[in-house]
Each structure stands twice: as C-alpha cells, then as structure tokens.
C-alpha cells in the first residue's frame, strides 16, 4: 500500500471513529458557567465535557511520557494511572480535524501530554524543590541550573494543561514505527543534541526533543533553521489553522482557543474511570 493510499485510509477511519464519537457523545448545551480560578479540589471525575482523544480520533498516536519515568523526574508522575490523552471535547474535535489535514500530507499527529492534573503539577514542584535530585539532567536540562527552574519559568505551581485545552504534541511521517521505550538508569543524551544522538523518536527532527528546558526549544529561536524550522512550521501552522495556539517557549505546547475551562484548574486523575460512563 503507498504511503498516500495508508493516509487516505487512515482518514476514512478517523471520519467513521468520529461519526460514532458524535453519535455517542452528545454536544455541550448552554453556556459553560465560568468558575474561580482556584483548583478544583481532591476530585476523582471529570466534567461531562472532557472525553478521551481515542474516542474522537482513534488515529492520533499517544505516547504519554508523564505515565513512564522517561521525563525530567525520571519516575512515573503522580495523578497518572493510565497512559491516555484526555482533553475537553472541543479541543479534542480540534486536534481531529488538524490530523485530517496533517494525514493527507503522510504525517500523524503524536500527543507526549494532554490534560494534566494539579497532583501532577504539584508533583513537579516538589521535584524542582529538591536540588539534590538531578538524575535526569544530564538529557532534560543540560545547561539549566536546577535552582532556576521556577524563575526562568519552566516550573510553575499551575499549569494550563489542567485547564483540558492544552496539549503537548509532534508530527511522525507515516508510516513511522513506535518508539522503543526507556529504560531507567541508560545512558542519557542531552535533548538538544543531533537527533542521531538523541534518545530516539520516531516523530520528526524539531532540533530537539520534548520536555527539553532549554532555549533552543523555543519555536522560533533563530538558530533552528533548515528542515528542523520547516517541521515546527508544518506542525505551527497546522494546528492553527484548527484553532490552536503556541506557546513560543515550547515548539511542543499548544492551547485550543477559546477555552472549554479558561478560568479552571482540574485535578481529576488521568485514566478511563475519571470520564462520564467510563469502565
């Protein structure tokens, strides 16, 4: 099968996973009520407008770094207890319609990170806390002081991935084999190293990895240039043409506008149990 003929069929899937989706989840009504800023408490289940990315897009391929110890912490991260995108069902409708696109072109979208819970949030902070853990520097933030972390802003105590709008994301070319998985106590590779050298992924080469704390990670930083720009162009542009918006500091982060939640900070866990009727 060419590689256009897998991509139009990979389509004629996600239309048909999509239509079920519709067909079973049922719009939101009325205007969504806007609640204060403050977290939602210690909550196990999420709103009815969250839904689980498979269940709009079957296609996109999840690769939920936060749920394995291959991050900054180097250990699984608190709150997720399963390794799914979750995401409010406007952005997840969103981010359907920008793989159509991407799928015709040979391309999928690939998510590292979607809605995120305040435990894990805070889970963060506690890490950047503690300047004696540091096992996985040597990949993640090379040439960062741990001790900056919150003032350069790569750690913060709120996060609008649990808001359920964000997401963090790449593009793989099809047909693009699975990545192997880390394995604790390997030899790390600074992320902003050729991408021959780097830990392997099989998205495309944006100049560095994800989660790399480092300035080179930034969409634009001037030095990215030639094909490593191009990829974080084609994945810029087409995600904004479905409504999304970067964040410059991360090729990877992006925000569907207008929020489903933009004032709420979530802290359901991330697994099938948290969504409506889920098992």
Same mark, same amino acid.
């Given at each position: ?8 069929? #990979? ?19 009325? &205007? ?8 939602? =408490? ?95 520097? #040597? ?13 350069? =802003? ?6 609008? $991935?649990?808001?359920?709008? &964000? ?41 560095? =990895? ?33 409504? %999304? ?7 990877? $982060? ?5 929020? &489903? ?6 802290? %359901? ?8 009727? #889920?098992?």
């Amino acid at each position: 099968m060419t590689r256009l003929a897998a991509a139009l069929r #990979g389509l004629t899937v996600t239309a048909a996973a999509v239509a079920l989706t519709t067909a079973a989840v049922p719009e939101a009504t009325g &205007t969504v009520p806007k609640a204060n800023a403050a977290v939602r =408490g210690a909550m196990e289940t999420a709103p009815p407008e969250f839904v689980a990315l498979r269940d709009v897009d079957p296609t996109i391929r999840q690769e939920i770094r936060y749920f394995t110890p291959h991050n900054f912490m180097g250990v699984p991260v608190t709150g997720y207890r399963q390794p799914m995108c979750i995401l409010t069902r406007d952005a997840a409708r969103a981010l359907h319609r920008a793989q159509v696109s991407f799928l015709r072109r040979g391309h999928t979208l690939k998510v590292y990170d979607c809605y995120r819970p305040q435990r894990a949030v805070n889970h963060f902070v506690d890490w950047a806390k503690d300047l004696k853990d540091q096992r996985m520097k #040597g990949e993640f933030y090379p040439r960062i002081d741990k001790s900056t972390l919150f003032r350069d =802003g790569y750690i913060a105590e709120k996060s609008g $991935h649990s808001r359920g709008s &964000t997401v963090d994301l790449t593009l793989v070319r099809l047909p693009g084999p699975p990545t192997r998985p880390y394995i604790p106590g390997e030899p790390l590779r600074k992320c902003y190293a050729p991408k021959a050298q780097r830990f392997p992924d099989n998205s495309l080469d944006m100049g560095t =990895g994800f989660d790399c704390f480092d300035t080179l990670a930034h969409t634009l930083d001037p030095r990215v240039q030639g094909r490593q720009r191009a990829n974080r162009l084609l994945l810029k542009q087409g995600l904004e043409k479905a409504g %999304f918006r970067n964040y410059d500091k991360e090729w990877w $982060h992006y925000t569907f506008t207008p929020e &489903t939640f933009p004032d709420t900070y979530f802290d %359901f866990p991330v697994w099938r149990r948290a969504l409506s009727g #889920g098992h």
